[in-house]
């Protein structure tokens, strides 16, 4: 099946067209379809499998720029997401003119209120300021014809579930659902019964499967010898864009700051940073203004970067699901990526589970030797020489006659080798420390601190049980 063999306007196939799309992904060729027909859907696919696109198309072809009041209704788990969203929203909508509202948290009120006097067809929102506008009637969704929940099985893990009930309330009873998520477990099943009507179910991964095109290697190493072994895998790939992932905004900040200082090009990405730091962060990202982006898990929700080339998994993350969704901003439209995880050898039962659940083979490989690295400086060593070879003859005539005077001398050889050793740049071994991270919580073991969970990580989970982590999603 090709996009022209759906039942499409010549809108949408001309959007369509636009963006070079020709051949459905998996979850779009199934899911297109059902919406189109009118029926509730709910679709399971792992992160990087073109959801948006399966969801957004049938909304966008039921949307008319003539009708008045709110047609489609899309709620995400966080603002980055949604902003994803939106964007893709727009490229669908191309040649209809439709109106699109942005609803999140972190924005001015007023420019909000501005969208929604607008009329807007399809609003795409965070559920914490959704229900801040239900509930004052700046939103009314009495002419809703679809409801979408993306990502369902995240908006539950960051306790959105009372605010999901909160807005099911505000729902007409006569309309079309459709519910995305990488994993169905219980709790999503829970929200499909209370919005759906016999929906169609749809799954593409029977499980965790993570992306085929990613190679996956693990490194076993201690916490303190973490950021020489990331520095020194990072001299060996040097050049190529990075994401770093670390279980902690304070980690994520220490990371970023440590590489700063050692002369790479870092910036970090979390919840503490307002809605126009973070999306001038991804801005710059894209736009190769620095290589490296260290990010939290939530925070790097919804980002859609292509060339990433490695993904790396400073701390490794508790949740299978987490595992997956990280390593999959690497290896996409059918690009070959890399993942390295770093391990403690108390980790390895952790690491042997991500294994069996996404059946995935993870290569457990040693650190670059010094060989490695020597190889890798000569490289980068040569590239700073041919650079400047590239200046042009007039801008290094004033060095010729010392240039000449050394090759008589040393001979070319010589000459040459001199200033690759020279410019080879060697850091400091001296590296900056960080923070101590615990281990990932082994299954069948006690949470206690000698298991690998401190005091602050459980103080941490009760604030996540009492909602005050989920202001940072608003």
């Known amino acids: 099946m090709k996009f022209k063999d759906l039942n499409l306007s010549n809108e949408l196939h001309k959007a369509i067209e636009d963006l070079g799309y020709s051949i459905p992904t998996d979850i779009q060729r199934e899911a297109i379809p059902v919406l189109l027909k009118g029926l509730d859907c709910i679709g399971q696919a792992q992160t990087g499998t073109g959801k948006t696109a399966a969801f957004g198309i049938p909304i966008v072809e039921m949307c008319s720029q003539n009708n008045k009041g709110v047609e489609a209704l899309i709620m995400a788990p966080t603002r980055e997401l949604v902003v994803q969203i939106v964007d893709a929203f727009r490229d669908f909508s191309a040649h209809k003119k439709l109106r699109i509202a942005t609803i999140i948290g972190g924005v001015d009120y007023g420019r909000q209120l501005a969208m929604l006097k607008?009329?807007?067809?399809?609003?795409?929102?965070?559920?914490?300021?959704?229900?801040?506008?239900?509930?004052?009637?700046?939103?009314?969704?009495?002419?809703?014809?679809?409801?979408?929940?993306?990502?369902?099985?995240?908006?539950?893990?960051?306790?959105?579930?009372?605010?999901?009930?909160?807005?099911?309330?505000?729902?007409?009873?006569?309309?079309?659902?459709?519910?995305?998520?990488?994993?169905?477990?219980?709790?999503?099943?829970?929200?499909?019964?209370?919005?759906?009507?016999?929906?169609?179910?749809?799954?593409?991964?029977?499980?965790?499967?993570?992306?085929?095109?990613?190679?996956?290697?693990a490194v076993i190493v201690d916490e303190k010898s973490k950021l020489k072994v990331l520095t020194d895998i990072l001299d060996v790939k040097a050049g190529e864009k990075s994401l770093i992932f670390g279980r902690t905004k304070k980690r994520a900040d220490e990371l970023s700051t440590a590489l700063n200082s050692l002369g790479y090009s870092a910036r970090a990405l979390h919840g503490d940073l307002n809605q126009r730091q973070r999306l001038h962060v991804v801005t710059e990202f894209k736009a190769g203004g620095f290589d490296i982006l260290i990010a939290t898990d939530v925070a790097a929700r919804g980002i859609d970067i292509s060339g990433i080339k490695f993904v790396y998994n400073f701390d490794l993350p508790q949740e299978v699901e987490y595992y997956v969704h990280r390593i999959g901003r690497t290896g996409r439209?059918?690009?070959?990526?890399?993942?390295?995880?770093?391990?403690?050898?108390?980790?390895?039962?952790?690491?042997?589970?991500?294994?069996?659940?996404?059946?995935?083979?993870?290569?457990?490989?040693?650190?670059?030797?010094?060989?490695e690295l020597h190889i890798s400086q000569q490289s980068v060593a040569v590239d700073k020489l041919t650079d400047g070879i590239d200046l042009g003859k007039n801008k290094l005539k004033r060095h010729l006659g010392m240039a000449k005077g050394l090759i008589e001398k040393y001979g070319a050889e010589l000459a040459i080798a001199a200033a690759i050793e020279v410019l080879i740049d060697r850091k400091s071994m001296d590296l900056p420390s960080l923070s101590n991270e615990p281990s990932v919580r082994i299954k069948g073991q006690s949470s206690g601190r000698s298991r690998g969970r401190s005091r602050n990580d459980r103080s941490r989970s009760r604030k996540d049980r009492s909602g005050s982590s989920r202001n940072e999603n608003r």
């Open 118 to 217: 607008n009329n807007p067809n399809i609003i795409v929102a965070t559920p914490g300021r959704l229900i801040d506008h239900l509930e004052n009637k700046k939103i009314k969704l009495s002419n809703l014809k679809m409801f979408c929940i993306d990502e369902a099985d995240e908006m539950l893990k960051v306790g959105f579930k009372e605010e999901i009930d909160n807005i099911i309330s505000f729902l007409p009873e006569k309309k079309q659902s459709a519910l995305f998520s990488a994993t169905i477990d219980a709790g999503v099943t829970k929200i499909a019964d209370q919005i759906m009507d016999n929906p169609q179910k749809i799954s593409i991964s029977s499980g965790l499967s993570a992306v085929d095109t990613i190679e996956q290697f």
């Open 333 to 371: 439209a059918h690009e070959k990526g890399v993942s390295f995880s770093f391990i403690k050898q108390n980790e390895m039962p952790h690491l042997k589970r991500i294994e069996k659940e996404t059946g995935s083979t993870i290569k457990i490989v040693l650190p670059p030797t010094k060989e």
